[in-house]
């Protein structure tokens, strides 16, 4: 039988708290682990996709501005360590086919985190992701449901230390 995912909830009443939980996930990313650490964002236009993004590569050491990806597609990041991070949005693609002309497929490696915005444009061009975060609106806040896809996920999700969580497994 298979094993239900690991599933947490957090109700974010302002920017502040997005960037909390921004912060909080990059303090908990589990570096250790072989492959990628993948991030995938959805949510509505001003759900606070790239606040959270910009919150975590902040807490990573990245002091430069950190804004969507939207015309370029794919911003690169080096982080201390020699780490390495991706910011990635989708929105503007149509499928596969163009995903696979920006490039991304060079950037699945060790030590690297990629943060994938809009991922659902591009179908199943993705492999599954460590988490899928979904952000949604809510009156003057948000809320986001983070799903743990693989165990690397949950180990990240499991160390992840915010206030405010409702397990939904």
Not at 18 to 38: D, H, I, Q
Request: glycine residues 10%; contains cysteine; negative net charge.
């Amino acid at each position: 039988m298979a094993r239900m995912p690991m599933v947490r909830q957090w109700q974010l009443a302002g920017p502040e708290d997005t960037e909390r939980l921004g912060a909080a996930l990059a303090a908990a990313c589990p570096w250790e682990a072989s492959g990628p650490r993948l991030a995938y964002l959805s949510g509505e236009l001003g759900s606070g996709k790239t606040t959270l993004v910009a919150a975590l590569l902040h807490a990573l050491g990245i002091a430069e501005p950190v804004r969507s990806p939207s015309y370029a597609l794919l911003e690169l990041y080096a982080l201390p360590d020699g780490l390495g991070a991706v910011h990635v949005d989708c929105y503007r693609l149509q499928g596969a086919e163009e995903l696979e002309a920006v490039g991304l497929r060079d950037y699945f490696r060790d030590r690297s985190l990629l943060l994938i915005e809009w991922p659902e444009q591009v179908g199943g061009a993705l492999p599954d992701p460590d988490l899928a975060l979904q952000l949604q609106v809510q009156g003057e806040g948000r809320s986001c449901r983070v799903v743990a896809h693989s165990s690397v996920g949950e180990q990240w999700l499991s160390a992840t230390v915010y206030p405010q969580t409702s397990p939904l497994n």
